[in-house]
């Protein structure tokens, strides 16, 4: 039977060890330490130097603690079971005067108490060392459950918090008892996750697709009132797969939650009885192997096909296993560039990888086959059944929403060039503790024109956002780049990122490279005699370096033509026309969403919002910011031009910003995304201490400096904000002493007496 340690201290725990010696020489490490914290929080009142020598001669006879007080003792204990089954105690006692320490140890078991030991200071060795043997059972034989220890200072009549050792013993060589199953560990929410990912499951059996189920691994048996770690919400084969701790799922998780929640099924047994005419194939690779090692991945389809003959799961009549366009007709190619139809970017896109072309989606960036209520209209864009989230945690919402994820994104076209260029959006959502980390090249998902900075390349953006956003209520801010709130709250960047839309594209600020409202210039406002000013395709340009960015709009990346139309169609607000809240469009640095022009005025009505900010008396928006003022009540929206109101995601509402492209008056949407942060917002986002946005000499990062454009500006610091991480990276140290490396030496000579006793 291997020998079990039980490590305990009065207010913490004690090192993790296992071999004896070392165990202890950890033990007595520990001990030290905080004898050395103790010494150090007397030094004060004893005082050092000449005085040590008198204090060690009054050590000699009776301790006064008239004077002063030096704290009660801290007492730490192992204990460990041997191999004949008796237990020992190795304890340890954290206090200035060692040898003014008794120790009492009692044995409990249920109400009835036994002293084990009382330990003089005469059986305490001079580091505050002590053992002590305990048999297994008290003197009536009951085994006993607990030990209490306590330490007191009898000099100054002080106690230590009492330390219980609990006893754990049984006869596996295991140390702890065996795991619960991820198969029947549950979730009781979606917060706190450490992970949260999406496979897809496609199963077929004896020709027959079988769906799955949308509640699989919610409210079993296992689990009852919640789900489990593997488990659905609807009927597309999107498995959601969610822990306190990071983990692979796998196939056997997959059809252990199934016999769980469906524990009389016999639908899957060919599967399992007639396993040799069974194919598996993962994104149409076939994968050879046992259950076991079928790793379910994020983003990846896996199909299991029962099948007597070669399956045929798209009946295009070529194989699976040879199947160039899996869910498509291989022969159809009317371009006939050896690219089947259904898989050719340049006739028919499928972003949000439905199997539903983009010319033809009904609701883009959700599946069109998944309509639970049949009345048409995909589960993704019905109100009725829309999945709604926890605006406590929006860390599941920003992992389903953002685009561009997993592959989906397609190749697109920068019109100012020519040739089609063959663009691909990539996003990667994870989330890092209190953080959701966002990786995007800065790509859009539909045709472009890049602007006078010709033209668009691909960037490498990572930041950090919080998951749960938090209203500041702070103030106290710099005021210059968002006078009108009055410090309140942290300004925006007048120019560069602000925000970074769902397709990772970023989002800037209203101003433009020589500081003038960008928007207004475009639209012929006022003239512009510093810089050309043209914004493309959704009031998008790339700016110097190929930094492709959104200055208003940003509607059009869940807009797509219809037939006979180009991009060139695009025009505002796009397919935001209908009576119908918008989606949502991007994330804000504080957390926050960023919805479209539409949105719950507050009675349940939808109309285009509209910002509250107007040109002030003879400005024209030359100088930007500077040019305009909020007015309360002007339009839909607040001084950072957002609102607390319920969306189709959050029918209870959260705080949000909304594209606007008109004022309360039907003028300019000034400032079209948002001016301030609503929420806490980590500064090292906002562009300070030389990252080239604002007034000071840093000014112009994005446009006139950044990567791709050239070096910043003297003193401005490296990289900047566009296209390198601006997360925060905490590194613990460590330091070190003379005083700590002499307790070390005196520990280990302290710990070697005791063993020898």
């Known amino acids: 039977m291997r020998k079990k340690i039980v490590r305990g201290m009065a207010g913490g725990t004690s090192p993790t060890v296992d071999p004896k010696f070392a165990a202890f020489m950890l033990f007595a490490l520990l001990v030290g330490s905080l004898v050395l914290i103790t010494i150090n929080g007397d030094t004060d009142s004893e005082g050092t130097g000449a005085d040590e020598e008198e204090n060690n001669d009054v050590m000699d006879e ?60 005469t059986d305490i060795a ?40 609990t006893r754990t013993s049984d006869d596996s060589d295991e140390d702890e008892a065996d795991p619960t199953p991820r198969s029947e560990q549950c979730l009781d929410s979606h917060a706190n996750l ?156 499928d972003t949000d990888g439905d199997g539903v072309s983009d010319d033809l989606d009904m609701c883009e960036g959700h599946d069109d086959g998944v309509d639970e209520d049949e009345d048409g209209i995909p589960d993704g864009c019905d109100d009725e059944i829309r999945q709604q989230y926890d605006a406590s945690d929006l860390a599941e919402f920003w992992m389903d929403v953002f685009l561009c994820q997993h592959g989906s994104g397609t190749g697109i076209d920068d019109l100012n060039t020519t040739g089609n260029d063959g663009h691909v959006c990539e996003v990667t959502v994870t989330v890092v503790g209190d953080n959701v980390s966002l990786s995007m090249n800065g790509l859009p998902n539909h045709d472009l024109e890049s602007g006078p900075g010709c033209c668009a390349t691909a960037q490498d ?46 989002i800037y600020g209203p101003e433009d490279g020589p500081g003038g409202d960008a928007v207004a210039s475009h639209h012929g406002v006022y003239e512009e005699d510093r810089q050309e000013i043209w914004l493309g395709l959704c009031h998008a340009h790339s700016g110097p370096g190929g930094t492709y960015h959104y200055h208003a709009d940003g509607n059009c990346m869940h807009w797509h033509p219809e037939e006979n139309e180009t991009w060139l169609d695009y025009e505002w607000p796009g397919n935001d026309t209908s009576n119908t809240s918008s989606d949502v469009i991007g ?134 904000q566009g296209g390198q991480s601006t997360e925060p990276v905490l590194v613990p140290t460590l330091a070190f002493d003379m005083s700590v490396m002499l ?15």
């Open 743 to 757: 307790m070390l030496g005196l520990l280990a000579v302290g710990a070697w007496r005791l063993r020898r006793r």
């Open 126 to 165: 001079d580091g505050g060392a002590w053992r002590v043997e305990v048999s297994p059972n008290l003197t009536d034989g009951t085994p006993w459950e607990s030990l209490h220890i306590v330490a007191t200072d009898v000099g100054a009549n002080t106690t230590s918090e009492p330390l219980v050792l």
């Open 194 to 349: 450490a992970m949260h990912t999406h496979p897809f499951m496609e199963l077929t059996v004896n020709n027959t697709a079988v769906p799955i189920p949308s509640d699989l691994g919610i409210d079993t048996t296992a689990c009852p009132g919640a789900m489990h770690l593997l488990h659905t919400h609807d009927t597309s084969g999107k498995l959601h797969v969610e822990g306190y701790e990071s983990f692979t799922p796998t196939a056997e998780l997959f059809f252990a939650v199934w016999n769980i929640s469906y524990p009389d099924s016999t639908t899957l047994d060919p599967l399992f009885l007639d396993a040799q005419n069974v194919t598996i194939t993962v994104d149409g690779t076939v994968y050879v192997g046992p259950w076991s090692g079928l790793d379910l991945l994020d983003g990846e389809t896996t199909r299991i096909v029962h099948d007597a003959t070669r399956p045929d799961t798209d009946g295009d009549g070529v194989p699976d296993d040879f199947d160039t366009c899996e869910g498509h007709d291989d022969s159809v190619d009317e371009d006939e560039d050896g690219i089947p139809d259904g898989c050719d970017d340049d006739i028919h896109a």
């Open 461 to 506: 953006y990572t930041i950090l956002i919080p998951r749960t956003p938090v209203n500041d209520t702070t103030g106290g801010h710099d005021a210059t780049n968002c006078p009108e709130a009055n410090g309140a709250f942290a300004c925006a960047p007048e120019r560069g990122e602000v925000a970074f839309a769902l397709n990772g594209v970023p």
């Open 587 to 720: 994330i804000a640095f504080d957390g926050y969403p960023i919805y479209g022009a539409f949105g719950d005025v507050g009675n349940g009505t939808v109309a285009e919002m509209t910002s509250s900010y107007r040109l002030k008396a003879g400005e024209t928006g030359y100088n930007g910011i500077d040019d305009y003022e909020y007015v309360e009540g002007l339009g839909h929206l607040d001084v950072c031009n957002g609102h607390f109101g319920p969306t189709p995601d959050f029918p209870n509402g959260i705080y949000h910003y909304h594209s606007t492209m008109v004022n309360g008056e039907g003028d300019m949407g000034f400032p079209y995304f948002l001016i301030c942060y609503r929420g806490v917002v980590d500064e090292a986002l906002l562009g300070g201490g030389g990252n080239g946005n604002g007034d000071g000499p840093c000014a112009g990062h994005g446009e006139t400096w950044g990567p791709g454009i050239g070096p910043p500006p003297a003193g401005c610091g490296g990289q900047g």
């Open 62 to 121: 009776v301790h006064d603690h008239s004077s002063h007080d030096h704290g009660a003792p801290i007492v730490v204990a192992l204990l460990e079971e041997q191999e004949n089954g008796s237990w020992s105690v190795l304890g340890g006692v954290a206090h200035a005067y060692p040898d003014l320490v008794r120790v009492t140890v009692n044995a409990m078991a249920g109400d009835a108490s036994e002293s084990v030991a009382v330990l003089e200071s």
